[in-house]
């Protein structure tokens, strides 16, 4: 799906260790990434924006790739990122 820019497209970014991420894209004509993911499990909701300059596609990886880094590493979702 073409991401309109300024709008904000939903994604999932998949369910790692029975927790599921899902997070807004917005593309801004600088090509600015605005993440805003959403972190939910049985104790709630939280929600961490992360901001990087970088195509559609590279904004996809690196988060999809950052992600992957903290549950490989064992961290604990609920307090040890942002």
């Not at 999932?12 to 807004?24: A, M, N, P, T, V």
């Amino acid at each position: 799906m073409e991401v309109v820019h300024g709008q904000p497209e939903q994604i999932k970014f998949g369910i790692f260790s029975g927790k599921e991420f899902r997070g807004l894209l917005t593309e801004f004509p600088n090509k600015q990434i605005v993440a805003v993911i959403v972190v939910s499990d049985r104790k709630g909701t939280r929600e961490y924006r992360w901001e990087i300059t970088a195509s559609r596609e590279e904004a996809l990886t690196k988060i999809t790739a950052w992600w992957s880094e903290l549950e490989n590493n064992g961290y604990n979702v609920d307090s040890d990122i942002l």
